[in-house]
């Protein structure tokens, strides 16, 4: 939790000063709720003074990113995947449910990618990893995608489809993640 929290500045630091106090007190019984007690009075401090070096830019990106991402995904899922689908489900010689169902899988996974590859074009940096890239950039988009799939399964009044709603949100998740890293490596940002 220290290493995820820590700024990398002083992160080897705050890492090392906790492990040489654990071995001070190795010969105690209590060490081991030394150290977790330790590490966990770190973490406010440590959280702000990452706070104070976040770029705000970074954070507007990083916002604008999540938006048009959240909008070309939902756009595409209502005017093209669900449209085709309904569509083809209408037609007198319509294949069978699940078929149509996986066609929709397919539409929703690549109006997904695009909306990943938006997100990275506009917010990954240069110099950055692509996993930092991504958490920073898709992170809060899938925390967004999935309370809205667990609104939508509790609020749903025919009992939700949860392993529906489960399975789409994993699509989301992976299409998002599959075009961030294209456009990551197409652009030199990971």
């Given at each position: 939790?220290?290493?995820?929290?820590?700024?990398?500045?002083?992160?080897?630091?705050?890492?090392?000063?906790?492990?040489?106090?654990?071995?001070?007190?190795?010969?105690?019984?209590?060490?081991?709720?030394?150290?977790?007690?330790?590490?966990?009075?770190?973490?406010?401090?440590?959280?702000?003074?990452?706070?104070?070096?976040?770029?705000?830019?970074?954070?507007?990106?990083?916002?604008?990113?999540?938006?048009?991402?959240?909008?070309?995904?939902?756009?595409?899922?209502?005017?093209?995947?669900?449209?085709?689908?309904?569509?083809?489900?209408?037609?007198?010689?319509a294949p069978a449910l699940l078929a149509i169902r996986a066609l929709y899988f397919l539409l929703l996974f690549l109006g997904?990618?695009?909306?990943?590859?938006?997100a990275a074009a506009i917010a990954f940096r240069r110099g950055r990893s692509f996993r930092r890239n991504a958490l920073v950039?898709l992170g809060p988009l899938v925390s967004v995608l999935a309370a809205l799939v667990a609104v939508s399964a509790l609020s749903?009044?025919?009992?939700?489809?949860?392993?529906?709603?489960?399975?789409?949100?994993?699509?989301?998740?992976?299409?998002?993640?599959?075009?961030?890293?294209?456009?990551?490596?197409?652009?030199?940002?990971?």
């Open positions: 939790m220290v290493a995820l929290v820590a700024p990398a500045s002083v992160r080897e630091d705050v890492l090392g000063d906790l492990h040489e106090q654990h071995l001070e007190r190795a010969d105690s019984p209590h060490a081991a709720v030394a150290y977790w007690r330790e590490a966990l009075r770190s973490l406010p401090t440590l959280a702000q003074y990452r706070l104070q070096q976040f770029d705000l830019v970074s954070l507007g990106f990083t916002v604008l990113a999540c938006v048009c991402a959240y909008v070309s995904l939902s756009s595409w899922d209502v005017s093209v995947a669900r449209r085709l689908v309904a569509a083809l489900a209408a037609h007198p010689d997904a990618t695009i909306a990943g590859a938006v950039t749903s009044a025919q009992g939700a489809p949860y392993a529906y709603l489960a399975l789409r949100l994993v699509v989301i998740v992976a299409a998002l993640v599959t075009g961030a890293y294209v456009m990551a490596r197409r652009t030199g940002a990971s």
